[in-house]
């Protein structure tokens, strides 16, 4: 049976051999997806215990280096960084080392909007210097057998109670998290009440270590009556399994950019380095006891997410957590929703809808990103929505009927909850899945009616969303949190990237002016949309990465196609909309590769991916100033020698370009 994306490579005349410029080197262009979560608003940190903020740094120097080999035999997605420089051939997730040598983008890939025009992204020059290092951590660990490496977990508890007050920050704060609001507080203290590693020896952590992955390998209980608290307390306490002890060690990595104080000798950047190990090697030893829980399913979610945040958004290493993410929502059957309802409880049935739904989600955002077929497929699921309920609902036990829900399963309270994001984002996601099907076929044939017939569709489905949910550029967002707001527009910009995509296959499959006039509307919608982020100067590290994924995700494909096409009516001295002018378009993306190279700083795990941007869009733009003729086309521009737009404002940071963010409302 042929593929229903890709054709049968082997089958294939020569001459129908796939382009070379599909085959892109993931260390020269990079990707722009990720995952919002928003949650650090100002205010929430607290201040960590004096004790836990001056705990030393443990020396790994005389561990033993025991090699396992299971450990050997687990994938590198789960195993602790290796240190910059090792002679390794396992995946460097901060740099994109060990990926494929030809990473393959499809057409619904970001880098695609480029080759299509013959502008290939350019190789941005990589920022090794300032990229955050593995420490010693991982150079000791790869070494260890399980044992050793569970003893090394535990040990990490020396920071209990750093790890603790981080992961409770997240659960506080967190907007999209689908089950952080689940588990609470005092299931996460009890890795500081239950675990004192500072009295133990080296032979206790081990034994500590035996009695948790003892612990793995006990089936969970879940039946009608049991209890959220019961439930969770069958992972925590003397009941610690690693998968609970992964999630909480991620949960404490996406929060450790906030303003708490961390043990000494640890930076924000080190400490959630630190975490990200921890997490992957709780995965790692869970995998050994070949055993499946829902809980292991919420940390490879969180896991995914944290690693995306730490090492940029086009690490190969998501690509294959998230097969482990997939292949774990299948082996649950979360795919199927709760066929057999009255065996679990009400609480379970909604984590499992969020859960299924937030990775069905983040699927959609990551095939469309790298052009590939999407891991969960609408196809073989028939999971229905989350309730727009509050997790604290289940917690208090409450019953559903408590909730004031409409017709359609929405609250009408008018308050944003985790559960209501999850809905919003798999509805648009479920139609993305529409549009990886349409643009990854390779059957050409009446794609341009299909595309047509989604358009008509994708407008039927906004409007179906609750009016409080749509973002339309006047409903108030400057009055909202900056995360809310922020992941407001988020939505809306998922929305218009469905267009954006069928509208370029329209244009693909006849190129003709007006169509190409609609492709450049919504490209400059998204662009200036994107660009008016609420709060994008906010101190917050979370929220900065967040925005800047944002722009690229967003803002670099349609100014791509901007740019482009900006270029190509240059060329041929055709005129742009009246709607989307010449010097519209070219102030725009100027703006852009500001932002862009003002946001490349060494440390930002996006670095090369803004660079490489900001650099391929400034020499299109040069393209077009280089090549420009006047006409009464683009008589709105002054193109004499004496204009004051210099090639230095367009390739230059110029920080003047970049909007006045202290202008937007930070505190809502």
Not at 357 to 377: C, E, L, M, N, Q
Not at 388 to 400: E, M, Q, T
Request: proline share 6%.
């Amino acid at each position: 049976m042929a593929c229903e994306y890709h054709p049968a490579p082997l089958t294939q005349p020569l001459s129908t051999a796939r382009p070379a410029f599909n085959a892109v080197n993931a260390n020269g262009t990079g990707g722009w997806f990720g995952v919002l979560d928003l949650s650090m608003d100002q205010g929430i940190a607290a201040t960590v215990n004096a004790s836990c903020a001056t705990s030393p740094v443990p020396s790994l120097s005389n561990r033993p280096s025991t090699v396992s080999s299971a450990w050997d035999a687990r994938s590198s997605a789960d195993r602790p960084l290796p240190v910059e420089g090792a002679d390794r051939g396992d995946l460097d997730v901060r740099s994109g080392k060990g990926a494929p040598d030809h990473t393959y983008y499809g057409s619904t890939s970001s880098v695609s909007v480029f080759l299509e025009a013959g502008s290939p992204p350019t190789k941005s020059i990589s920022h090794a210097d300032g990229v955050v290092a593995a420490t010693d951590v991982s150079a000791a660990t790869s070494e260890m057998n399980d044992i050793e490496l569970g003893g090394w977990i535990i040990g990490q508890l020396d920071y209990a109670g750093t790890i603790c007050t981080l992961a409770e920050i997240y659960v506080r704060a967190s907007q999209v998290s689908p089950v952080a609001t689940l588990v609470p507080s005092e299931s996460i203290r009890t890795l500081e009440t239950s675990y004192t590693p500072l009295a133990f020896s080296k032979i206790e952590q081990r034994r500590a270590a035996r009695a948790v992955t003892e612990n793995t390998r006990q089936p969970v209980t879940i039946h009608s009556n049991v209890s959220a608290r019961t439930f969770i307390g069958q992972f925590t306490g003397e009941n610690l399994r690693w998968e609970f002890l992964g999630l909480i060690f991620a949960w404490a990595g996406r929060a450790a950019m906030s303003d708490v104080a961390l043990p000494a000798g640890f930076t924000k950047a080190t400490f959630a380095q630190r975490m990200m190990e921890c997490s992957n090697s709780c995965i790692a030893l869970h995998r050994q006891q070949a055993t499946s829980s829902d809980v292991l399913a919420w940390c490879l979610y969180e896991n995914l997410v944290l690693l995306t945040f730490q090492h940029g958004e086009s690490s190969h290493a998501a690509w294959r957590r998230l097969g482990d993410l997939s292949a774990e929502i299948y082996a649950l059957g979360l795919h199927r929703g709760s066929e057999r309802p009255l065996e679990v409880p009400p609480f379970l049935v909604q984590a499992r809808r969020k859960v299924f739904h937030a990775s069905y989600t983040i699927d959609k955002v990551i095939a469309t990103f790298f052009g590939r077929p999407p891991r969960i497929s609408a196809h073989y699921c028939n999971n229905t929505l989350p309730f727009d309920i509050d997790d604290s609902a289940f917690l208090v036990g409450l019953p559903l009927t408590h909730a004031a829900l409409d017709a359609n399963v929405w609250n009408d309270d008018g308050r944003f909850r985790p559960a209501t994001w999850v809905r919003v984002r798999s509805i648009n996601s479920q139609l993305k899945e529409k549009v990886l099907e349409l643009l990854l076929d390779p059957d050409t044939a009446a794609k341009s009616t299909k595309a047509e017939e989604l358009l008509a569709r994708s407008q039927d489905t906004w409007e179906s969303i609750p009016s409080s949910l749509r973002y339309d550029g006047d409903c108030g967002i400057s009055t909202l949190p900056t995360a809310t707001g922020t992941i407001l527009l988020m939505v809306f910009l998922e929305h218009l990237q469905n267009e954006f995509q069928l509208r370029r296959v329209l244009c693909q499959s006849q190129h003709d002016l007006t169509r190409r006039d609609s492709l450049l509307e919504v490209s400059m919608h998204i662009l200036t949309t994107a660009m008016g982020l609420p709060g994008a100067a906010t101190k917050s590290a979370e929220l900065q990465k967040d925005q800047t994924w944002i722009l690229l995700h967003f803002a670099v494909p349609s100014a791509g196609v901007l740019a482009n096409e900006l270029r190509l009516r240059t060329q041929r001295g055709e005129p742009t909309p009246p709607s989307t002018s010449r010097s519209q378009i070219i102030r725009q993306v100027s703006v852009l590769i500001s932002i862009l190279e003002a946001v490349s700083w060494p440390a930002e795990g996006n670095s090369d991916l803004c660079d490489s941007a900001a650099k391929t869009l400034s020499r299109i733009l040069s393209d077009v100033l280089d090549n420009a003729v006047p006409t009464l086309a683009n008589a709105d521009y002054d193109w004499t020698p004496t204009s004051p737009l210099s090639m230095t404002m367009l390739t230059e940071p110029n920080l003047d370009l970049i909007p006045n963010w202290s202008d937007f409302n930070w505190t809502g």
